[in-house]
């Protein structure tokens, strides 16, 4: 059984909701995931603990403020699997001020013709922010959608001087 240690952090885009294991953060819940927390109950264990997510918050705020470009901070994506999981951690690698196409995203995942699965498997993205899925972009142009949230997709590609 999974214990999570949660903590809520304000930020520019509404308090999120932090989860982290044994392993690295698991979860970042933008303020509307109000199922997220009975996500992770269904899961493990929660446990209150701001003191475990210090260094998580910290390294948030300072993305924030534009102080931090890249995370050193361990991520969980043990939930996540198959191709969903090669997506999310090719859009790791996505560096900071940059974008790539669902496209892109795809290939380096192992599936050149797979930007719609890119896509859906971005859609489901448990730890956005630290796993760029913002910085993810429709080949065609614009910025695409960001969970129906496209002026906070807008702002964290401002934010790394990206749009």
Request: glycine residues 14%.
């Amino acid at each position: 059984m999974t214990t999570f240690r949660i903590a809520e952090m304000p930020s520019p885009m509404g308090n999120l909701l932090v989860a982290l294991t044994q392993r690295g953060v698991a979860r970042i819940a933008f303020p509307e995931e109000l199922g997220a927390l009975d996500e992770l109950a269904e899961q493990g264990g929660i446990v209150r603990d701001g003191a475990a997510l210090e260094p998580v918050i910290r390294q948030l705020d300072d993305y924030f403020s534009g102080r931090r470009r890249r995370f050193t901070i361990a991520v969980d994506l043990s939930g996540v699997g198959g191709f969903a999981r090669r997506a999310l951690e090719a859009t790791a690698r996505i560096p900071y001020g940059s974008v790539a196409t669902y496209g892109e995203v795809a290939a380096r995942a192992g599936s050149p013709r797979g930007a719609r699965a890119a896509g859906n498997a971005l859609a489901g993205n448990p730890v956005p922010i630290v796993v760029p899925c913002h910085r993810v972009v429709p080949a065609g142009g614009g910025i695409g959608s960001y969970g129906g949230h496209e002026k906070r997709k807008e702002f964290l590609l401002r934010l790394e001087g990206s749009l």
